[in-house]
């Protein structure tokens, strides 16, 4: 296990479309291993391959809740509904957070790190980081979406950070 380098914008790598996984061996245990330790480092709730310049179909999310680390190889968004509105940031592009409007509900296919087929659905927080990890593998990133984007300490009614 290790802490990868996070790249971040303009780097090309995050406009790229990421490849999907067809091999399940250690290499993609440890890319899963070092994907969650460089996001635990960097206190980020959610870290996709192409952040540490891996262009391949694999996320990370922990936001803290019961589902502890969720790791998904190959994800596809299956189903969504709701609608929420609210902050996001991201470790590929520190100092800025932009309001993004997502859905409420979502249900997520994947694999687990052998293989086998998981699903995951989440709400609010969760919802919003599988949404946001998902867009990162296709070369989307938050402010693309963002209807305003503004340095993390500006953030209106911030008191917190």
């Not at 590929?92 to 997502?102: A, C, E, K, Q």
């Not at 990162?136 to 990133?141: A, C, D, I, Q, S």
């Amino acid at each position: 296990m290790a802490i990868r380098i996070i790249v971040k914008d303009p780097d090309p790598v995050l406009r790229e479309k990421a490849l999907p996984v067809t091999k399940f061996n250690s290499n993609l245990h440890k890319l899963l291993d070092d994907m969650a330790d460089t996001m635990y480092d960097a206190e980020g709730v959610g870290l996709a391959a192409p952040q540490i310049g891996i262009l391949k179909r694999v996320i990370v999310i922990d936001v803290g809740d019961d589902h502890g680390l969720i790791e998904v190889v190959n994800p596809e968004l299956v189903s969504k509904e709701g609608e929420q509105f609210g902050p996001e940031g991201c470790l590929s592009i520190p100092g800025l957070t932009g309001d993004v409007n997502r859905a409420l509900k979502v249900t997520v296919k994947g694999q687990d790190r052998n293989g086998n087929p998981v699903e995951y659905t989440g709400s609010e927080l969760l919802a919003r980081a599988f949404q946001h990890e998902l867009d990162h593998l296709n070369g989307v990133l938050f402010t693309d979406l963002a209807q305003s984007v503004y340095r993390s300490a500006d953030r209106p009614g911030n008191d917190e950070e």
